[in-house]
């Protein structure tokens, strides 16, 4: 039972890999959110339906399911993941599909004549998303962002469930060889909690500085 | 690996049979979600600074701390001081309580939405402050809230799968249990996954005539 030092240092050695496993998934779940909410909008049909397809279905089923089939079916058919792939894949496809949503939300809900000004002005259509388009469009998605980034955070203690030494996994441990049951998942929750406090702050540091040198339009 | 029809059809009804138990739970822990949800709501008003506080403290730690470790904690935790659950309880307790407080920022939106008028209304003809909420404010401000709320349900339907952590037979235990003892993975893991695509795109149709019926769009 003495060894609380050491046990500390486990629960530790899980945040890190929570941590790991949040950063990489956010930066999956981002890539994806832009491509498929973009592919959503697409003046092409076929980019659209294959957009919404992916969307539904990954919306439609549960993130659990998403990552033991990954993990459990994926090698069958010959493509073998380590668990942190696994992991990441699941969590960056999930949250992605998600932010899928707001990304096309947000990209809509720029006034229509902002897209028509810019037809006018002869912009090319990369232009008119990276000049005109997203810095107006950026700003409504950071909350929403925000929520699924912490949402995500949440969902990493799934991965405990396929062997994953995140967390989680690490204080099952602690449970497992102290008996203790109290101190160790207390101490998680508490670390959860910080990251998610930490998470939250962040991004409302991003929305100020990407809401700078808008205030004459909105 | 090859799909196989046949392996299919014979373990779908067992898969079908946690189906069951994944309904129910999801059921029982959105009954459990819709009045502690209330609870939440009404205490994080209250004009006691102490109490509004406090609420408000116990939401967000609820809100940014994973429903595994929750469920872990109410599974294994709760044991020690005394209290034994069953599975199936302490799963839905754990479920109810994560949606809460999910359900309770629903209410806070629906309440705001009722013009101040009301209120005043409400004072100026002596009602009690139960009066108030139960004839006055929540008619008005449950209808706007409809389809915010069954939107939460769905999402709770699809984190039912994680009760099978702490020994619910539901639906993904059952894949697991057919899986662990036939080596075919392939099956079991993609029919559960069907089975809640295909559920969640009903939902999702009924939620678009929850929406029209109500009016007000999800936020």
């Known amino acids: ?218 | 690996m090859q799909w196989d029809w046949e392996f299919a059809a014979e373990i779908t009804p067992v898969l079908l049979s946690g189906l069951k138990v994944t309904i129910l739970a999801t059921i029982l822990g959105a009954a459990v979600a819709a009045v502690l949800g209330l609870v939440f709501a009404v205490l994080r008003r209250s004009s006691n600074r102490i109490v509004s506080r406090t609420t408000s403290f116990i939401v967000e730690f609820i809100r940014g701390t994973p429903l595994l470790v929750q469920l872990y904690f109410i599974f294994y935790v709760l044991p020690d001081i005394g209290l034994r659950l069953p599975a199936l309880t302490a799963g839905v307790i754990g479920m109810g309580l994560h949606y809460a407080t999910y359900a309770a920022e629903v209410y806070r939106g629906g309440i705001e939405a009722v013009p101040r008028g009301q209120w005043e209304a409400a004072k100026a003809t002596n009602l009690t402050a139960r009066q108030t909420w139960i004839n006055v404010i929540l008619p008005q401000a449950i209808p706007p809230m409809v389809p915010a709320m069954a939107n939460y349900l769905l999402a709770m339907f699809k984190e039912t799968p994680l009760l099978t952590a702490i020994t619910v037979v539901e639906m993904m235990s059952q894949a697991r249990i057919v899986a662990n003892t036939t080596y075919r993975y392939v099956e079991p893991m993609t029919l559960v996954g069907v089975f809640f695509l295909v559920i969640s795109l009903i939902s999702v149709v009924g939620l678009r005539w929850l929406e029209r019926r109500f009016g007000r769009a999800p936020r």
């Not at chain 1, 380590?82 to 707001?102: I, K």
Request: hydrophobic share 55%; glycine share 8%.
């Open chain 1, 1 to 218: 039972m003495g060894d609380w030092p050491g046990y500390l240092l486990l629960i530790l050695q899980g945040t890190w890999v929570t941590v790991q496993l949040t950063v990489m998934g956010c930066a999956v779940a981002l890539v994806v959110a832009f491509v498929a909410g973009l592919g959503r909008i697409a003046p092409w049909p076929p980019v659209r339906w294959l957009a919404t397809a992916f969307i539904e279905f990954f919306r439609g089923t549960s993130i659990f399911v998403q990552l033991f089939w990954i993990y459990f079916v994926l090698p069958m058919l010959g493509v073998s993941l380590t668990p942190m792939q696994a992991g990441v894949t699941a969590l960056g496809l999930n949250v992605g599909a998600y932010g899928a949503e707001v990304v096309r939300g947000a990209i809509l809900a720029v006034p229509r004549d902002q897209h028509e000004a810019t037809v006018a002005l002869n912009l090319s259509r990369w232009q008119r998303l990276r000049h005109v388009i997203l810095p107006q469009a950026l700003p409504l998605m950071l909350p929403t962002f925000g929520n699924n980034a912490i949402e995500l955070l949440k969902a990493t203690a799934v991965v405990s469930l396929i062997s994953l030494s995140d967390m989680t996994f690490q204080a099952q441990i602690v449970r497992s060889q102290t008996g203790n049951t109290l101190v160790p998942f207390v101490t998680i929750l508490i670390l959860y909690f910080l990251m998610a406090l930490a998470l939250s702050t962040l991004i409302r540091r991003i929305e100020r500085r990407v809401t700078r040198g808008l205030d004459g339009v909105r």
